[in-house]
């Protein structure tokens, strides 16, 4: 199994193992895919949809992403997604 190591500013590592990085690539080209039609149509398809969606899950999934909590820790799933270590936890 391979893994990729990324580094941001903070000097966080990231593994991402070889299969989320695949599936991260076929997304990357749908979303290429997607947005070359956008230009050329100045439409989406449905399936499009689908696939954007998918593209979400993955980011969120491979990525750690959550959402972010208020004080009384309800998720506030309205709000911009922040990095799952940023969220308190419940321990």
Known sequence: MGYISLTGD?????????????QLLKAHN???SIIENIHECHDIWMSDVGK???LQHL??????F?????DEGNKMWY???VYAEEV????
């Open 10 to 22: 903070k000097h966080m590592e990231v593994i991402v193992k070889d299969d989320d990085r695949r």
């Open 30 to 32: 749908d979303l290429r």
């Open 52 to 54: 954007l969606e998918y």
């Open 59 to 64: 980011l969120h999934h491979t990525l750690k």
């Open 66 to 70: 959550t959402a972010q909590v208020d």
């Open 79 to 81: 709000r911009p997604y």
């Open 88 to 91: 308190p936890s419940d321990d």
